[in-house]
């Protein structure tokens, strides 16, 4: 099983800062299989990026997924206020598709 | 536009028994896979396992193998998630939500399920 670690466990920041959150993967992910989702309070997640790098449709270009093997970043450029929310990151090569324990993104 | 409609919220007791269901808007139910994801409260996503409705092939996560069963009915467009003896650890929103494929990421979700399980 994959073992994914996020950090920070809370990112404050203003509106208009810029995020980057962080996810290590205990062995390497195939071929890029990797997903970021946002989720926001009695909502369901949604999913932001796949492929390491590739926006889902309709989502801002403010969020950006880079990384490869087992150290993959999700930033967000200039932080809106919807935006503020927990962040998942998400293997789906290798079954049992494991979720990050999340990073929180809260306002300061 | 595809859409996943969960069942309502349900309380048990535990031993009791639960089937909750998702249903696609759609006619495409059987070109895709359909998993379910727990959520505990005050907790992270957990994936519990996942259904290609069109031959039933079926994948749990091994924390869920032998405590959950996942089924698919293909003429009514529907996926469940289902319990035969409940207990109190089984309180959580069940998300159902759709794979394109068998490498693809949760690109739709259900709006959840709360189920909570108390004597």
């Known amino acids: 099983e994959i073992g994914l670690t996020q950090s920070p466990g809370t990112l404050s920041l203003s509106p208009g800062g810029r995020a980057t959150l962080s996810c290590r993967a205990s062995q390497s992910v195939s071929y890029y299989y990797l997903a970021w989702y946002q989720q926001k309070p009695g909502q369901a997640p949604r999913l932001l990026i796949y492929g390491a790098s590739r926006r889902a449709t309709g989502i801002p270009d403010r969020f950006s997924g880079s990384g490869s093997g087992t150290d993959f970043t999700l930033t967000i450029s200039r932080l809106e206020p919807e935006d503020f929310a927990v962040y998942y990151c998400?293997?789906?090569?290798?079954?049992?598709?494991?979720f990050g324990p999340g990073t929180k993104v809260d306002i300061k | 536009e595809v859409q996943l409609v969960q069942s309502g919220a349900e309380v048990k007791k535990p031993g009791e028994s639960l089937k909750i269901s998702c249903q696609a808007s759609g006619n495409t139910f059987t070109t895709y896979w359909v998993g379910w994801v727990r959520q505990m409260p005050g907790k992270g996503l957990e994936w519990m396992g996942t259904i290609y409705p069109r031959d039933s092939d079926t994948r749990y996560s091994p924390s869920f193998q032998g405590q959950v069963t996942i089924s698919a009915d293909t003429s009514i467009n529907t996926a469940y998630l289902q319990w035969s003896s409940l207990k109190a650890s089984d309180t959580a929103i069940y998300y159902c939500?759709?794979?394109?494929?068998?490498?693809?990421?949760?690109?739709?979700w259900g709006q959840g399920t709360m189920v909570t399980v108390s004597s």
């Open positions: 939500a759709r794979r394109r494929g068998i490498n693809s990421p949760f690109d739709l």
């Open positions: 998400q293997q789906y090569g290798s079954s049992p598709f494991t």
